[in-house]
């Protein structure tokens, strides 16, 4: 959908209210395009007379701060843009995502109403679109996680289409929303090309090959089992496992039923620059942000945290089989990787826990990651 403005608004409360109202109903339709310097006649555009601004930058900026602050929950994706015109003015470009965290609502001036898209014009959202909205966010959010789910019950039934050794396997989900939207997901004759930025964890190395589900690069010695793999789907979402930060010693004194060990600063290492690349390639497929992550660590009970490359004193056993931890979520997928790194530790601090300690020693007191 396309709805044509000559001018840009103004700093008004009234203004603003109405910018918000035209983007929010954008997202909680199926998005569109809001096209400032252009004239348009019942919905058809005219005249191209662009808007005169000394600042083009600072305009865009402004429009982008006024839609974030009157608009409630955020619109992930959204983008603002200029095209400069030959006169010297500029067309503002304002790009909406059809949104899978509908409903939004317009809260500038405490206006607190919701508005929809139709092909007639924007108007208020019913009470059966909103129920509506709320219900396909709840759906959405329920489906990723019944995804993250079965796709680890398949890794440790060996069901995933790459066979691992008995033993920790640390698994890594990037999940964009979009991944159940049908209009959305991979051309997957396109991954061969950029195969190189779909290292997987820990290697330097790789092997690859379409599969039923898209495309999977892995490692691996000969024919057997591999040791860590990087699985990319149809729909977009992206899979990582390997067994490369865990380790398991056989007790030879003593009758002991040996020690299991998690790697954990190598891991956070790994998985940061992991997480930076493939979200780079997501980009490079033209899937859009954002991307709920997710860490797993499989096949841990009884293995403790191994801090380091020094002497190691043991410490808490790991408690249970699976250590699922809580999603993350990163709109941009142009990330560095200590900005990976900070998006992560929710789930980095989550595995410390679980082997006894407060949380991920790789942070120092500001948050910011000291690993390389």
């Known amino acids: 959908m396309l709805d044509y403005k000559r001018d840009l608004p103004g700093r008004n409360p009234e203004a603003k209210r109405e910018l918000a109202a035209d983007v929010s109903a954008f997202a909680n339709a199926t998005g569109g395009h809001l096209l400032f310097g252009v004239e348009e006649n019942e919905g058809v555009a005219t005249n191209i007379v662009g808007v005169e601004v000394s600042d083009a930058d600072d305009e865009a900026l402004r429009l982008d701060q006024t839609i974030r602050a009157g608009v409630d929950p955020r619109i992930f994706g959204l983008t603002i843009r200029y095209v400069p015109l030959s006169s010297g003015r500029f067309v503002f470009v304002v790009e909406v995502p059809r949104s899978l965290v509908q409903p939004h609502m317009v809260t500038t001036d405490k206006h607190d109403r919701f508005y929809i898209r139709h092909s007639t014009g924007k108007d208020r959202m019913t009470v059966a679109e909103i129920r509506a909205a709320v219900t396909l966010a709840q759906a959405a959010s329920e489906r990723v996680t019944e995804y993250r789910?079965?796709?680890?019950?398949?890794?440790q039934e060996g069901r995933?289409?790459?066979?691992f050794e008995p033993g920790a396997v640390t698994?890594?989900?990037?999940?964009?929303?979009?991944?159940?939207?049908?209009?959305?997901?991979?051309?997957?004759?396109?991954?061969?090309?950029?195969?190189?930025?779909?290292?997987?964890?820990?290697?330097?190395g790789l092997n690859y090959r379409y599969n039923f589900d898209g495309f999977v690069a892995y490692t691996s010695s000969g024919n057997g089992p591999v040791d860590s793999y990087v699985q990319v789907f149809r729909n977009g979402a992206i899979e990582a496992a390997t067994m490369r930060f865990t380790s398991w010693s056989e007790n030879t004194m003593g009758g002991g039923r040996g020690l299991g060990t998690v790697s954990t600063e190598y891991l956070e290492r790994e998985v940061s620059r992991g997480v930076s690349r493939y979200l780079r390639a997501l980009d490079g497929f033209g899937i859009q942000g954002p991307v709920l992550i997710g860490l797993s660590l499989l096949g841990a009970q009884g293995y403790v945290i191994l801090r380091g490359n020094s002497s190691f004193i043991p410490g808490q056993e790991i408690?249970?089989?699976?250590?699922?931890?809580?999603?993350?979520?990163?709109?941009?997928?142009?990330?560095?990787?200590?900005?990976a790194a900070r998006v992560l530790r929710p789930s980095f601090d989550a595995i410390w826990n679980a082997g006894g300690y407060p949380g991920s020693q790789s942070f120092n007191e500001a948050g910011d990651w000291r690993g390389s």
Do not use: C
């Open 149 to 155: 789910s079965q796709r680890l019950i398949e890794i």
């Open 160 to 163: 995933a289409g790459a066979r």
């Open 171 to 204: 698994v890594l989900h990037l999940m964009p929303l979009s991944m159940f939207d049908p209009g959305s997901g991979v051309d997957v004759s396109r991954i061969e090309r950029g195969a190189g930025g779909l290292m997987p964890l820990a290697s330097s």
């Open 319 to 339: 408690d249970r089989e699976r250590l699922v931890m809580p999603l993350v979520l990163t709109e941009k997928l142009g990330l560095e990787v200590p900005q």
